[in-house]
């Protein structure tokens, strides 16, 4: 079997690619693209629980926590209790990340466009359809647990 | 902005679900998925330098070095030197490794099927051909360094 038939090897590779150009374009914010993932969660639901974060990211909770732990210590997010619930958490985010709202969406826009640049309009659609259709998998496979 | 508009978190989120599931599938083994992808370079191309499977693998040199040791360590490979030039090495997979390959076929086959298996065959085909296009850019982009 050659590498680029296997599924994980075309993924691994492609993540990686795009992962280490992401990294180079968020340091000088010294944010991580994980740390913009959960930014970008606030930005587009406003506050969220550790919980809600970890499942729009598809991460472990213990990931997440680390990841907020590293972001509250960068004064990029706050943690406080819930008004409503006070055995709950909010994370909320901090002007400082604020700020970084538009410069980011410009990393992203033309992150996409330096990647897809060959892709035709329909070809776009189906990739990001196709990753979706994956990452769901995995959520219909943990709420089965 | 949304995260599944993101070709960042799009290509991470459905790396690590494929990927969780690769290594559970190759832990019976006591092999990991970037080990897998070198035994794999050597069953398709034989012996190979730690250059060529870098480069194959899409990995630094130093990533290649740490992932070969805990091979040869776990006997999966050996690490000789060339016939034809002593000061370059040889990796070459063991009878151990060798007799996990047909296993290994279909571990992957089996679990491309799974991921895959709401897509036509031309949507498979642009998926992978989509993901090609963005491994190759970088190597496009080192060659230019």
Known sequence: MKLDQCINFLLSSAQNVVFQYFIQKLSPYNVTPAQYGVLNCLWNHGDLTPKQIGELLVLEASSTSGILDRMQ?????????????RRTILVTTTKK??????PFENIVQEMNQHFMNNLTDEEKDLLSKSLMRIIQMNKRENSLD
Chains 1, 2 share one sequence.
């Open 73 to 85: 210590k960068n004064d990029l997010i706050n943690r406080s209790i819930h008004p409503e619930n």
């Open 97 to 102: 990340a604020d700020n970084m709202r538009i």
